[in-house]
């Protein structure tokens, strides 16, 4: 079966630009999340979605940054007026949700973005 | 404020030998706390899980060990391969039942034949 996938798989940017990146997650997976790595740095948490409820948000870095998933599948991850600082590898996993527990997240390959 | 930390950036160890890699933890709330693995350009892959009501748990080759009241925990790779070259990272999970997960630094593991 398929994994969680991620486009683009990389993606360089000029200051100032917004950006979109997409994620698919493993079909049947009610859960997903967005988490980035920056430069020798751990994974950190950004947006949250499981089924229909609201989005735990509590991650976002700025108001410049959103997402959304459009009927429970497709998530896309927005940056605004994209910085340097954005710069990083953002990772897309998803999870059977449900509030079991354990309930394992497998990730995407990620999509590298490079902002000029 | 790091809650999750790993403080090995790279570990080097001989094919055959024992691999430990460390991570220790601040927040008591935690949960469940899982190891993932990280080959470059790809995504991090599950390796094992271990629940905060235990204290170890055994997986083939890979054994995780919780010590609660020293708020650490350790992944053990025994007999160590080539292929287990790749960056570990240590998650926890369970702050007021949130299912995002809180990683470390990560932890470059090198196998040298």
């Known amino acids: 079966g398929a994994g969680v996938s991620q486009s683009p798989s990389n993606k360089v940017t000029e200051k100032g630009k917004d950006v979109e990146l997409r994620c698919d997650p493993i079909s049947g997976h009610t859960a997903l999340y967005w988490y980035r790595q920056s430069l020798g740095q751990g994974l950190e948490f950004l947006i949250y979605?499981?089924?229909?409820?609201?989005?735990?948000k509590s991650g976002l870095p700025s108001d410049r940054f959103s997402a959304e998933r459009t009927g429970g599948s497709v998530s896309t991850l927005t940056i605004q007026r994209t910085q340097q600082e954005d710069s990083a590898v953002y990772l897309c996993?998803?999870?059977?949700?449900?509030?079991?527990?354990?309930?394992?997240?497998?990730f995407g390959p990620g999509t590298r973005l490079t902002v000029l | 404020d790091q809650q999750v930390k790993q403080n090995s950036p790279s570990l080097s160890v001989q094919e055959g030998r024992i691999s430990i890699l460390n991570c220790d933890y601040t927040n008591s709330m935690f949960d469940y706390f899982l190891w993932y693995k990280k080959y470059p350009a790809e995504g991090p892959t599950f390796l094992i899980s271990?629940?905060?009501?235990?204290d170890k748990n055994e997986d083939g080759r890979f054994t995780v060990f919780l010590n609660k009241s020293a708020k650490h925990l350790s992944l053990h790779i025994v007999p160590s391969q080539p292929g287990d070259s790749a960056v570990y990272f240590c998650a926890a999970r369970g702050l007021q039942g949130a299912q995002k997960l809180v990683f470390g630094q990560g932890t470059r593991l090198t196998i040298n034949p």
């Open positions: 271990i629940s905060s009501i235990k």
């Open positions: 979605f499981q089924g229909n409820s609201a989005p735990d």
């Open positions: 996993a998803s999870s059977l949700g449900g509030g079991r527990a354990p309930d394992t997240q497998y």
